[in-house]
Structures are given as structure tokens and as C-alpha cells.
């Protein structure tokens, strides 16, 4: 068996190697390794549920699969480095079995297309993200030694009638995918080439997914998007329409039980109306991702992000006049393109007033064919990106940390989520505000994952409430 590879650069701590187990004997099987965003995660679950359609049954063992994909992301070049290695692993066990199919899917696939095939022979199948439901003719393709490639990208498709097959989760938490793409054209960012135009989910098929989701047990979706507030929906007649904060509206009514969280906001869209749909519904989690990059309004204004370190700032004073409970996480990128010491210094700043619970912190990383790269060099060195990264995660460590001992004593509705990664004494679950708490399972034997239980936070960790049993 393949050891499953853990990538720092992941984007939502999950573990990454997913499958589906073959129940039936006899079927081809396939194995789906995912890497980068959440998104990636949930395309995976869209191309398991197409290669089940197809005859295909699903291992979590690369050795024992007729076909290894390779779900992939091009955010920075470390994320493309990591899997180019597991790529020649994956060569390496086709040498020893020819008849194993190699793929590989998602933003890497679009951005590097056919070369997989022509210049580096890596691989069997080159599949973009609004290619899968092209999969089964292409592995037909690739089995009689065709040529099979699909990277072209789509304005309509968001695989909306495609029930997801909810690979290595824990059925609970499930993701929703409500839109697609991205128009917002970040400087620095590939997604725009990679997953092209934004488009929109039907708002009544996300409901539905939802409601679905509810029926089998799951407690909570987070509904997923590149820039969840520019989701809009219009019926064909024209008439009717769904903005962000409707559809939170739709999916909040679906079951009281039914937690529902979602990733990821701009902070020059998210609305008012979004904050006050949030406030309305006591199962719309307390918790916003809403990344900053740089607090230095020249460095954001070469990001193209459109808002100043004032806009941003006052972003985040209103969502806590509206819910002085909100958990807020941020991404920030350190040593972006003419970033000075006193850039630098705007973005400690802007994280210090902002108190962010929690961030996703990286160097700038270039990537070939984004505005930045065409317009901008690459000019902070190696060693000062490394330098101000490291400050930048230091405060947030620091505010990580003062953010969990602010909730000592406190008591919170945990969703218990499973047993706790280091011992099978301890439950994990999240409370609103998106934070693990861990808390011992004696005292309580009926407690299960999916319940909703109360819980007095006794001591912390940077990164974990510790807890007991309230009540
Ligand atoms: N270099 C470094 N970080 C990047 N991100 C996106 N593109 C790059 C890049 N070229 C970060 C942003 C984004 C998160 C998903 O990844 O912070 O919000
Ligand atoms: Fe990576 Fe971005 Fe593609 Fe997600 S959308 S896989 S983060 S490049």
C-alpha cells in the first residue's frame, strides 16, 4: 500500500487520500487522492459518483485500483511540486502493472493540459474541472491508447444534477458546492484560468442537496464557492431570483439541526443582508473566512482586490456589531510583488486590530499566466518572504492562542464530530465559531457523533478548547 501523503499546503486540514470502499467484487476500481481546496475535495465526490454511474467501484488502496486519479491544485508551486512526486510514485507502480490508468483531474490538469501526455508522459488522462462528466468516454479512450484530454472549461456546468458520493467523511459534516469559477481576477491568483467564469448552482438543487443531506443524518453542510457572496441565481423565465443571502435563507429553513457554514467570502461582497440572514438563523454558524492578504491598501491595490486596509477594518467592526460572537479567519500572503518593510508592517497591524482566530498564512508563490506575473516582479527575496511569513505566524499564534484562552470557562453546543484524533476516551466537535474542542466521552455513555451536547471549556491549546460536560 501506498503511504498517503500529507500536503502542507492543503487547504482545510481534511485528510486527503479519499475512496469510496468496492462493496461488489468483480468491478474495475478506481482511487481518488485529493489535494488544495475544499472544492477539490467536493469534485471528487462529483467524478466518484460519475465513475459509480460508469460500472466503477472505489478503493481506498492505490495498489489494489485499475485507476489512480489525482485530484490536483496549482495555488502555488510547492501544492504542483507535491504532486508531480506522487505522480512518479504512481509511475513507478505502473511499471510494475501497465494496465493501471493514471488521471489527472482538476487545476493542474487545466492549466498544463495536454503537456501531461505529450512532453512528460506522466499520464493516461488529462481531465479539467468542468470536464469529468467526459470521464467515462475518455477512460474508453485511454484504454484502447487514444489520446484522452478534455480541459475545456464551461459557462453552464456546476454538475448540479449530480448527486455527490460522500467519499472518507464521517456523516456528518458534508460539503455543498454552490457555484463554480471565479471573476474577480486576484493578481496573484490562478483560479480565474483554472476553473474559469463564475457561474451559479440552482438555487433549488442546492436546497434539495441539503435537504437530502438532513434526511441521511448529516448535521452540517458547508456550502462551497471561490466567492460564495457573488452566488446568484435567475430562473429562466427571469422572474424569480437568489442572491447569497436568500440562498442562507433557503438552507438555514431546511432543518433547525441542520448547521449550516460556508466558504469562501470577498470581503468587498459580503452584505449587509448576509450578516443579518447570519444573526437571523441560530443554526447559520458564527463564523466568517474572510481573507485579507495584505492590510497594506498599495500592496491590495496590486492584488486588484478592490477595498483598503479602512474597508477591510471596518469589514470586520460591522460583522461584530452584528454578531459580537463571529469567529473570523483570514488568508494572508507575505512578500507579494513591491511589498516594502512598511507594507509588511500594515498587515501585522491590520491582523492585530482584527484579532483573526485563525489564518492560512503563505509566501507569495508566482504563477505563470496571472496579472501579477505579467505585470509585476517577483522582487521580495526568498529569505525576506521567509522572514516577514514567520512574524506573520507568530502573531497569529499569539492571537490564536489569547482567541482560545478568551474562551476558557465559557460554555458552548458542540457538534461532536467523532472521536478525537489522539484517543478514543475523547469526542471532537465544533462549536459555532469553527473551534475544536476536545472533551472526555466518560459521564455520558449516550452521547454519539451527530449529537448536539453542551460543554464548559476548561483549558486550551493554541489550536484546541479543551473541555467537560456542562450540565
Ligand atoms: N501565492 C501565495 N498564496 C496564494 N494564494 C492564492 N494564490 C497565491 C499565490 N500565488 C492564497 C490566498 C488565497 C488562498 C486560497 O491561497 O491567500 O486566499
Ligand atoms: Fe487549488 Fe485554487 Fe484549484 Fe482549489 S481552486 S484546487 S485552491 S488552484
Known amino acids: ?52 454511474e460508469s460500472g466503477y467501484g472505489g478503493t481506498r488502496d492505490a495498489s489494489l485500483a485499475d485507476l489512480v486519479f489525482i485530484n490536483t491544485c ?10 508531480r512526486n506522487r505522480l512518479t510514485e504512481f509511475r513507478r507502480l505502473k511499471k510494475e502493472r501497465p494496465s ?64 455527490p458520493v460522500r467519499l472518507g467523511g464521517n456523516g456528518i ?28 448552482r440552482p438555487a433549488a438543487s442546492i436546497v434539495e442537496e441539503c435537504r437530502t443531506l438532513a434526511r441521511q443524518g448529516y448535521r452540517e453542510v ?8 457573488s452566488y446568484y441565481w435567475q430562473d429562466a423565465q427571469g422572474g424569480l431570483t437568489v442572491d447569497f443571502a436568500a440562498l442562507l435563507e433557503q438552507c438555514a429553513q431546511v432543518d433547525p439541526l441542520l448547521r449550516i457554514r460556508f466558504s469562501t467570502s470577498h470581503p468587498k461582497d459580503i452584505t449587509e443582508e448576509v450578516l443579518q440572514t447570519m444573526a437571523r438563523h441560530p443554526n ?61 508592517a500594515d498587515t501585522l497591524d491590520v491582523m492585530t486590530q482584527s484579532h483573526f482566530d485563525f489564518s492560512y498564512m503563505f509566501m507569495y508563490s508566482e504563477r505563470p499566466g496571472t496579472l501579477a506575473a ?3 516582479a517577483d522582487d521580495v527575496v526568498p529569505e525576506v518572504k521567509q522572514r516577514r511569513l514567520e512574524e506573520i505566524v507568530a502573531l497569529q499564534n499569539r492571537m490564536s492562542l489569547a482567541s482560545n484562552q478568551a474562551d476558557v470557562g465559557r460554555r458552548f453546543t458542540v457538534l461532536i464530530e467523532g472521536d478525537s484524533k489522539r484517543s478514543q476516551a475523547h469526542w471532537m466537535g465544533r462549536n459555532s465559531q469553527n473551534k475544536v474542542l476536545v472533551f472526555p466521552k466518560a459521564g455520558k455513555t449516550e ?12 483549558g486550551c491549546t493554541q489550536a484546541t478548547l479543551l473541555g467537560e460536560w456542562a450540565g
Open 1 to 52: 500500500m501506498l503511504p498517503t501523503v500529507k500536503d502542507p499546503y492543503q487547504y482545510n486540514g481534511e485528510p486527503l487520500a479519499v475512496a469510496s470502499e468496492a462493496l461488489q467484487t468483480g468491478r474495475r476500481r478506481y482511487y481518488i487522492e485529493s489535494y488544495g481546496c475544499q472544492m477539490n475535495f467536493s469534485d471528487s465526490e462529483i467524478v466518484a459518483s460519475i465513475l459509480e
Open 74 to 83: 496549482s495555488i502555488r508551486e510547492k501544492a504542483e511540486q507535491t504532486v
Open 100 to 163: 493501471l490508468m493514471v488521471g489527472v483531474l482538476g487545476c493542474m490538469a487545466e492549466r498544463l493540459k495536454a503537456k501531461w501526455l505529450e512532453e512528460e508522459q506522466l499520464v493516461d488522462l488529462v481531465v479539467g474541472p468542468d470536464a469529468y462528466r467526459s470521464l467515462p468516454t475518455l477512460l474508453a479512450a485511454a484504454e484502447d491508447g487514444r489520446k484522452a484530454v478534455n480541459v475545456l472549461l464551461s459557462r453552464e456546468e456546476t454538475y448540479a444534477d449530480i448527486a
Open 173 to 200: 459534516t458534508a460539503f455543498v458546492s454552490i457555484m463554480r469559477g471565479c471573476n474577480n481576477m486576484c493578481s496573484f491568483c490562478v483560479v480565474p484560468f483554472t476553473r474559469g467564469r463564475e457561474r451559479s
Open 222 to 229: 458547508t456550502l462551497l464557492g471561490q466567492n460564495v457572496d
Open 284 to 344: 447559520i454558524c458564527r463564523y466568517i473566512h474572510l481573507p485579507l492578504q495584505s492590510g497594506s491598501t498599495r500592496i491590495l491595490q496590486g492584488m486588484n482586490r478592490s477595498y483598503t486596509r479602512e474597508w477591510y477594518m471596518a469589514k470586520v467592526r460591522r460583522i461584530r456589531e452584528v454578531m459580537p460572537d463571529c469567529g473570523i479567519s483570514s488568508d494572508i500572503i507575505a512578500g507579494f510583488c513591491m511589498e516594502t518593510e512598511e507594507d509588511h
Open 374 to 376: 505579467k505585470r509585476y
Open 447 to 458: 452521547a454519539a457523533p451527530g449529537d448536539y451536547v453542551e460543554v464548559w471549556v476548561t
